[in-house]
């Protein structure tokens, strides 16, 4: 069972004080939300006037990172701001090596140095056919007890360990940037947890597909998560077959728990072209998706490397799997030619200017607004066409546009649960997590459970996907448990709040603020609407 300061509850469970100021704010009207909440980056557009050099440098720990923790405000003002936000962005665009302290207990994670081979053993380990020795006997009761059993002890650990690498590096990490950015191309190329193997593959695929790529190439990554088996698993690619296939019966013993391929699976084709790629509005055809689903067949995993516990990538194509046909895509005429077919066809995705309007727009959404503005996407896509899809002058960029730094994008984005959570932990300086499943639980039952996003698309990042009234009350009920844990272990944190958050709060919300009881200022601050957007 989690602590109780990690059990949410509906808003009118919370402490009336919470409920009263709320309403007074008129953040919440009989139950919806007051159009989009008295929005922090709305109460202050109503002038014109650029940030000031303190705003821009919160602006910047807030957006191209999960927010400041305690020094950071002081180490602003011991440089000045201009001085310590030119050095942090020199910083995030050219990460250091982690703390050495970080490093350490990341290290400790002992299943994140598993091989791919490993991770799949684990997983077959937990499966009926893995345990078919022991189960052949059994009640169903009893086999279903032993398979629970495999489950926690081995594919669990896998999980857990996966999300305490990504939460402590979002905690401690000084390269803000990175881990945001791993966080956004991560829902770009989402893989769901919940199906099969990617279980223990996920924290893999983040590792190997996502995070070396985020300031490097955007073909480069595209071919990792192409080619990485919890991509293969996810979206079906490993069961998609020329038409007639048979796999061999060694082939059926190694891997006896899998879905048998049957034929041609358009799945992954279809999200390459859709999500990853050119976009839902490209001009592309269902026969286009065939095709190029034709083209990825033989595009596997190597289950006999699994089997005999190789190091290395489990990545293989398989000749024999593979459409030798002739295709026609995208209004060009394929060639025969095995697994550079599938090559050719993302040089020539990764590349296209509608990838590069696609990828420019959801950037410019996730760090400069909802709404984005169309001259910063064009801006982008020329940028990353001209550079063939560097992702690091691409972000350049974006944080050098005008649009980055006016005042309507100062605080207008709303807080996903993910953000909310991590930004809450650093501002209360809790990097020491002696357990993660608690705060996995939190996100869960905030709807944006790490690695639970189901669908292709990933989880959204705009305010219309988090901002009602459940949402809100399980913010400010977490807010107020952590509070109130920490008062009991005797940390008193509203005046190093104010002081770590810098001029976050308008003076409304202070004076609001300072009339509450001490033992709800915390809470309140926490959940105050300024600290909800970033």
């Known amino acids: 069972m989690p602590p109780s300061w990690c059990k949410l509850a509906p808003f009118q469970d919370l402490h009336p004080t919470l409920t009263r100021m709320f309403t007074r704010r008129q953040v919440i009207r009989t139950g919806a939300l007051a159009g989009p909440f008295a929005l922090l980056g709305a109460a202050r557009a109503q002038t014109d006037s650029p940030l000031s050099p303190q705003e821009r440098a919160l602006h910047a720990l807030n957006r191209l990172g999960y927010g400041p923790r305690p020094g950071d405000v002081e180490a602003i003002d011991k440089l000045g701001p201009e001085a310590w936000l030119q050095q942090f962005l020199a910083q995030q665009m050219a990460p250091a090596l982690l703390p050495e302290s970080l490093g350490t207990r990341l290290q400790a994670l002992t299943t994140t140095q598993l091989s791919q081979a490993e991770l799949i053993a684990r997983f077959r380990a937990a499966t009926p056919a893995g345990l078919a020795r022991d189960v052949g ?50 829902n770009h190329f989402n893989v769901f947890a919940g199906k099969g193997q990617v279980a223990v593959l996920v924290g893999d695929y983040e590792r190997q597909a996502i995070r070396p790529h985020v300031l490097g190439r955007f073909r480069d990554m595209l071919g990792a998560s192409a080619k990485h088996p919890a991509m293969l698993v996810y979206l079906d690619n490993v069961q998609s077959v020329a038409p007639g296939y048979k796999p061999p019966a060694l082939i059926a013993q190694l891997n006896p728990n899998a879905v048998r391929p049957v034929g041609l699976n358009e799945n992954y084709a279809r999200e390459l072209m859709e999500l990853h790629t050119l976009g839902v509005d490209a001009g592309y055809t269902q026969r286009d998706v065939t095709e190029l689903a034709r083209m990825l067949t033989g595009w596997t995993i190597n289950y006999r490397a699994a089997r005999s516990g190789r190091s290395g990538d489990l990545f293989e194509f398989d000749p024999n799997r593979h459409d030798s046909g002739s295709k026609h895509w995208l209004g060009r005429e394929v060639p025969a030619s095995g697994q550079a077919e599938g090559e050719r066809a993302l040089d020539l995705l990764a590349t296209h200017p509608a990838t590069a309007k696609h990828i420019g727009f959801k950037l410019a959404q996730a760090f400069v607004a909802d709404q984005p503005p169309p001259a910063l996407v064009q801006r982008l896509a020329e940028r990353f066409t001209a550079t063939g899809g560097d992702l690091k002058a691409v972000t350049q960029a974006l944080i050098a546009s005008d649009e980055f730094w006016r005042r309507d994008a100062f605080g207008a984005k709303f807080k996903t649960p993910y953000q909310y959570l991590v930004s809450t932990l650093r501002a209360l300086d809790v990097t020491a997590i002696p357990e993660v499943q608690p705060l996995l639980q939190v996100l869960a039952q905030s709807g944006m459970p790490l690695y639970g996003a ?4 990933g989880y959204k990042n705009t305010a219309a996907a988090w901002m009602n009234p459940e949402a809100l009350a399980q913010r400010l009920q977490f807010a107020s448990k952590l509070a109130e844990r920490r008062q009991r272990n005797a940390s008193s944190d509203q005046a190093g709040l104010l002081a770590t958050m810098g001029g976050l709060w308008r003076a409304s ?3 609001s603020v300072a009339g509450e009881p001490a033992n709800l200022q915390t809470a309140l601050l926490l959940g105050s609407p300024e600290f909800m957007h970033h």
């Open 137 to 186: 006997s059994m009640s169903d009761a009893e086999t279903a007890a032993l398979l629970a059993k495999a489950r926690r002890e081995l594919v669990r650990p896998v999980l857990l360990e996966a999300a305490s690498q990504r939460l402590l590096r979002a905690l401690e990490s000084p390269a803000q940037l990175e881990e945001v950015l791993v966080e956004f191309w991560f």
């Open 509 to 511: 919300t202070r004076q």
């Open 454 to 457: 189901q669908t292709p698309d």
